[in-house]
């Protein structure tokens, strides 16, 4: 597709449900990345709006309410206030963070829907549906409740969440009753308006399959799939008492589809910051309906059909607005090898890591990012967690700036020398600080976030590299000038390290600009500077000669076991008595159990190879494959199968995998030097008293030899197989 020029920038992130709190699901899932980007934009100079806010409307509030004795309104003010404070307390910048009980929203949605009705863009159907005689009132497919007819477990009318997964439909239920009574349900006829689905096929088909193969191929493979069958309509009124009235006559008692009132929100939340601060903003319609804009929504793998299909089509059917020019959807996130359950508070809430561990955001942004669910289901732990800040953070980062400020504090009292002449060591840091740049910048124009961050973290590894190569301490005693011209260099390191972070990372290079007093770095305000902060990134002169620098301190701490061990008993106290928590059964719209009724049948499961059990896509995905340089091969002692290899895996500490492929390579040690591919997320085992953390792969040959999967290509260690 050829490349458009786009002026401004609208980015909006998926709207949590405002009936629980938020956890690292949702934070690894949709957040972070969205942050990351805005940021990035935001360095570059460029003109951006980044838009979110809490959905509060649906069943699952007043299913909240219900149990609590309380009003949805009561719920939703709640979690809301929430919701706002966790973000704003982790650095998500949005622009705006509102709420769809706003009487902007109610008013604009309402009048989006009429001007759909207006038009014949909708269809009235009637329709059988489930009505409870004790309350007055139809019931939706999550207030019924009964057995699923395929396995025999407790299930919703929408989906058998205990059982088998399946997407059902309330009537299929055995023995269906009403969640709040208890009560058998009868069918009533109820007419609600639909929106055809069906007449906008062939221009979806377009759009998505033709013009967004760039698409991430978790969300094109997901469109594809659907856009491959027949789409049919699709209701946008419930029989419902909470919620957004529809604004038609003889609609008493329906409110808006909570899938067509949430999206509008992204929009009328907009307007809302706009009419706040029109002369910074100017209007809505610029972000909305302009072609020089670029549209992005960041969301769940759960919510692409209707990010990608319903929105559009509810845009396209309305007139006059431009398409998301992408939709960078991440998988899930599962915590220590177990699905997140909210239900069952199988989860890490961010209110209450901000307790637990006060100061350390960065820490979890960091994490969550380089085990981002791009393209895959991965997985946090806890001691990755400690890993990953003990061994990166600290030994990699932190270590790095540490060295650089407290040795120009105790040469020069805290002023940055000047820089003399180069040597080949100084040319070849000065010339990698430059790539870096480039490499990083490449990476968040893909949505490539963890990839990004890595490429930020090898400035540290340059520069901890240049210091101990350099030595000086050493120099100092022999050559005072030499030693001025490393400390200049680490320094100007560590300055472009305060603006490669600033996207991950917020609170940590505000840190650092303090202790550089370089509070000039401070994120430009969206007016198009003459040179972006971005822009200086790779510079080898942001500290000028003389320049004081601020008090060194340290930039991110070791986080000790008895951290980790109490975060472990808590999962465990949960696992024994799973009941939710404040945060409990919070959810970012799930698709699950919805997006069936978009055709009239499920997609196609792949058809196998040969005599080759079949695997479904997903399960393939949760294997974590990546490239791994070989930096030691040997046999393993007493063991005739065994080599031992030691791997640059990327994260900068070396990984140990044994691998029974001895009796094919008589010389192993020939093997230093080759990529080879490998499973980083096996549980790590004992071989021959080696812990072994990893799988290698092999190929097995007709005659039944082994021989190493490697690349063709000198690919950077840790790259992910996809």
């Not at 069943?59 to 004795?69: D, F, I, L, M, S």
């Not at 009980?101 to 909708?122: I, M, N, P, Q, V």
């Not at 008492?241 to 929100?265: R, T």
């Not at 559009?312 to 915590?335: C, Q, R, S, T, W």
Request: glycine fraction near 8%; aromatic fraction near 10%.
């Amino acid at each position: 597709m050829k490349e458009k020029c786009f002026k401004r920038t609208t980015v909006t992130a998926a709207l949590p449900y405002a009936n629980g709190g938020v956890h690292i699901g949702h934070l690894a899932g949709v957040y972070v990345p969205a942050d990351i980007y805005v940021r990035y934009l935001r360095l570059k100079g460029h003109e951006v709006m980044f838009v979110g806010g809490s959905d509060e409307h649906g069943v699952p509030v007043t299913q909240r309410a219900r149990q609590e004795g309380i009003g949805p309104q009561d719920v939703v003010d709640r979690y809301h206030r929430l919701i706002s404070h966790s973000f704003s307390e982790f650095g998500i910048s949005f622009d705006i963070y509102s709420r769809t009980t706003s009487k902007t929203h109610h008013r604009f949605a309402a009048d989006f829907f009429r001007k759909l009705y207006d038009e014949g863009k909708l269809v009235e159907q009637t329709s059988q549906q489930f009505f409870d005689e004790k309350t007055g009132k139809f019931l939706t497919d999550r207030d019924v409740v009964g057995i699923c007819p395929y396995c025999g477990k407790k299930a919703y009318g929408n989906q058998c969440e205990e059982g088998c997964g399946r997407a059902l439909e309330p009537t299929e239920l055995i023995d269906p009753r009403s969640k709040e009574t208890g009560e058998v349900p009868v069918l009533r006829e109820t007419k609600n308006w639909y929106l055809p689905l069906n007449e906008y096929q062939q221009w979806l088909k377009q759009w998505i399959l033709e013009e967004h193969k760039e698409w991430r191929p978790n969300v094109y493979g997901q469109c594809k799939s659907w856009l491959d069958m027949d789409l049919q309509p699709r209701a946008m009124t419930r029989d419902l008492d909470w919620g957004i009235p529809v604004p038609v006559e003889g609609a008493e008692g329906k409110v808006l589809y909570v899938w067509f009132d949430a999206p509008i929100g992204y929009i009328s939340n907009t307007k809302e910051l706009c009419e706040r601060d029109p002369e910074r903003w100017g209007r809505w319609q610029q972000w909305w309906q302009q072609d020089d804009t670029r549209l992005v929504h960041f969301i769940g793998k759960d919510n692409i059909v209707f990010h990608c299909i319903i929105f559009p089509v509810m845009m396209k059917a309305h007139g006059g607005y431009i398409m998301p020019d992408n939709v960078p959807a991440n998988e899930f996130l599962n915590l220590e090898n177990a699905k997140i359950s909210t239900s069952k508070n199988w989860a890490v809430w961010l209110h209450e890591y901000l307790e637990d561990f006060p100061g350390k955001q960065d820490v979890l942004r960091y994490v969550l990012t380089a085990n981002a669910p791009e393209t895959k289901d991965n997985n946090f732990t806890w001691r990755d967690f400690q890993e990953r800040n003990n061994n990166e953070l600290v030994a990699i980062y932190g270590n790095f700036v540490n060295r650089a400020l407290q040795l120009t504090w105790k040469y020069w009292a805290g002023r940055v020398p000047g820089r003399g002449e180069l040597t080949e060591a100084d040319r070849q840091a000065l010339a990698e600080l430059r790539d870096v740049k480039e490499r990083v910048e490449q990476l968040l124009e893909q949505f490539k976030f963890r990839d990004a961050q890595f490429e930020a973290m090898n400035l540290a590894r340059i520069g901890n590299r240049y210091i101990t190569e350099c030595e000086p301490w050493k120099v100092w005693k022999q050559d005072q000038a030499r030693c001025e011209t490393i400390l200049n260099i680490c320094l100007q390191l560590t300055a472009n390290l305060a603006i490669a972070f600033e996207p991950f990372l917020p609170f940590s290079s505000r840190k650092l600009r303090q202790m550089l007093n370089i509070e000039s770095f401070d994120i430009p305000e969206q007016s198009s500077p003459t040179r972006s902060l971005w822009e200086q990134l790779g510079s080898t002169d942001l500290l000028p000669d003389g320049h004081q620098l601020g008090q060194p301190s340290l930039l991110f701490e070791k986080i000790d076991d008895d951290a980790i061990q109490r975060q472990l008993d808590k999962l465990e106290r949960m696992k024994a008595s799973p009941s939710p928590s404040e945060g409990g059964d919070v959810q970012i719209h799930n698709a699950s159990g919805n997006a069936a009724s978009l055709s009239n049948q499920t997609p196609p499961p792949s058809e196998g190879l040969g005599e080759a059990p079949i695997v479904d896509f997903e399960t393939f995905e949760k294997l974590d494959i990546r490239v791994g340089l070989v930096k030691e091969c040997q046999a393993v002692k007493k063991s005739k199968k065994l080599l031992q290899f030691t791997i640059d895996d990327g994260t900068g500490t070396d990984r140990t995998i044994c691998s029974g492929i001895a009796q094919f390579y008589d010389e192993p040690e020939r093997l230093v030097g080759q990529r080879v591919l490998f499973v980083a997320n096996f549980a790590p085992r004992k071989m021959m008293g080696i812990e072994s953390q990893g799988m290698i792969l092999s190929a097995v040959d007709a005659d039944g030899s082994l021989s190493l999967v490697t690349t063709t290509k000198d690919v950077r260690p840790g790259s992910q197989v996809g």
